[in-house]
């Protein structure tokens, strides 16, 4: 049951697009299409973005997006936009009916 | 809308035991999978525990297996997390979190607003 690998920071302006992964080995990530990302503003619960690797709960804008590939997933935000500076969170599946979550990535919109 | 009010938190000593409890509202809470997930700023998020719409099925994580457990009452629309033999170590933010299906291998999509416990002497 150990986390999954997410960088601790990413950054960028209001406008571009930026990228978040979130590595896992065979037996989470790797193994089925359930990885899913939650965005978390200080103080709050968190919000889940996306699930199954690249669909987006209804309200969730389109300028969130994921992927994935082998061990690695992915979450994609577009047009970054000052309330989208957050904590991201990833989450897959890993078996056995247990779910494991990454460390977090802190988004700066600069 | 789904709405998740976690209550029970508070400080406690190593070794002792507290009841978290979780009221849910806005949903049909007897068709939902439910689970208790903590947060700590030192290990981020750690998903504990999940139990089935009728009780049937639960599961725990390790770090907890053995000394927290997982109930619901559907007649009353809640959820409970019993944990006992505490430790410094299980000191977080408690939130109870509705799965998105019937699933196990779902995420969670609803959460509550979380209920801290501090467990120091």
């Known amino acids: 049951q150990s986390a999954l690998t997410q960088p601790a920071s990413v950054s960028g302006s209001p406008g571009q697009s930026i990228t978040i992964s979130c590595t896992g080995t065979?037996?989470?990530?790797?193994?089925?299409?359930?990885v899913s990302w939650y965005q978390q503003h200080p103080g709050k619960a968190p919000k889940l973005m996306i699930y199954?690797?690249?669909h987006r709960p209804s309200g969730v804008s389109n300028r969130f997006s994921g992927s994935k590939s082998a061990n690695t997933a992915s979450l994609t935000i577009s047009g970054l936009q000052p309330e989208d500076e957050a904590d991201y969170i990833c989450?897959?599946?890993?078996?056995?009916?247990?779910?494991?979550f990454g460390g977090g990535t802190k988004l700066t919109v600069l | 809308q789904a709405q998740l009010v976690e209550s029970g938190g508070g400080l406690v000593k190593p070794g002792g035991s507290l009841r978290l409890s979780c009221a849910a509202s806005g949903f049909s809470f007897s068709n939902y999978y439910m689970s208790w997930i903590r947060q700590t700023p030192g290990k981020g998020l750690e998903w504990l525990s999940y139990i089935s719409t009728g009780s049937e099925y639960t599961n725990y994580a390790d770090s907890v297996r053995g000394r927290f457990t997982i109930s619901r009452d559907n007649a009353k629309n809640s959820l409970y997390l019993q944990m006992d033999s505490l430790r410094a170590e299980d000191t977080a933010i408690y939130y109870c979190?509705?799965?998105?299906?019937?699933?196990?291998?779902?995420?969670?999509?609803?959460w509550g607003q979380g209920t801290l416990v501090t467990v120091s002497s």
């Open positions: 989450c897959s599946y890993a078996g056995s009916r247990i779910l494991v």
């Open positions: 065979s037996s989470d990530v790797g193994s089925l299409d359930l």
């Open positions: 979190a509705r799965y998105l299906s019937s699933n196990s291998w779902d995420p969670p999509d609803y």
């Open positions: 199954e690797v690249s």
